[in-house]
């Protein structure tokens, strides 16, 4: 269960570690160390992804340009 004060101190250690400074002055948080963050108001939810780092490491290790292979499975 969320309370007031717990989400008072993930608030206080994002300020600390993104270096935020409040939703008014800077705008919605989108980036932080490194993971796109991306809020869902409507499902109260927040999403992570490391999207743009895997793409780095991808072009890092020649792998980006790799075409496709669609395996068939089966679900479940």
Do not use: W
């Amino acid at each position: 269960m969320r309370t007031q004060k717990h989400i008072d101190d993930i608030k206080r250690e994002l300020k600390t570690d993104c270096s935020i400074k409040g939703r008014t002055k800077l705008g919605e948080l989108k980036y932080c160390l490194g993971i796109e963050l991306k809020r869902e108001i409507n499902s109260k939810t927040i999403r992570l992804n490391q999207r743009g780092y895997i793409k780095r490491l991808a072009e890092k290790y020649g792998i980006d340009k790799c075409k496709d292979v669609h395996t068939p499975t089966n679900e479940g």
